[in-house]
């Protein structure tokens, strides 16, 4: 399966938590408000494409320079992920209450926040409320790639999202900046139709 010499790695946590403590959002309703904490790239998702384009479609190599990101591409490629572990972890100590997380990786934001959502809920999103990186607006153009795609296979500039009512909305902007993480309101939850409707406000 490999070429000699080469392996894969990876690995698994496993966690405890106490039945009262579990976030899964079974009481989220119509009208909360979705939080967006800023990706810093491709985390690790998407490669298969990633090497389509650049790497045979562009013939690039990881030491090309990409005036778009001010950087060689390799580096761009072998950015560490951004893990939220922290920041929500300190939201959950200072008491404030959060209904829903979803980690935003293979499939983006159209396949993994349905599934923390239930049933009757869906979500509006404005793709105009946060910044998209220029590794995802260089990636759609050299290879023309569709939105559509772009948007279920990449993050987009999204990695986390939290859902929290409008009264805790302030309390957990203010609390992510603190910890040093780019946050915006992205869109709310919607009564009826599941699953994810983008928007430009």
Known sequence: FYPDGEYDLSGFAVGVVERSEIIDGSDASEGDVLIGVASNGLHSNGFSLVRKVFFEGA????????????????????????????????????GIK??????????GILDNLPRVLPP?????????????????ELLARLGNVPHEEMRRTFNMGIGYILVSDTKNTDKILDSLDKSGYDCYIIGNLTKGAEGVRYESA
Do not use: C
């Open 98 to 107: 959060i209904k829903a997380m979803a980690h935003i990786t293979g499939g």
């Open 59 to 94: 013939g690039m190599a990881v030491d090309t320079h990409i005036e778009d990101f001010g950087h060689m591409l390799g580096e761009e490629l072998l950015r560490p992920t951004s893990i939220y572990v922290k920041p929500v972890l300190e939201l959950l100590k200072k």
């Open 120 to 136: 009757g809920l869906g979500a509006r999103v404005d793709e105009n409320a946060w910044p998209v990186q220029p590794v995802f």
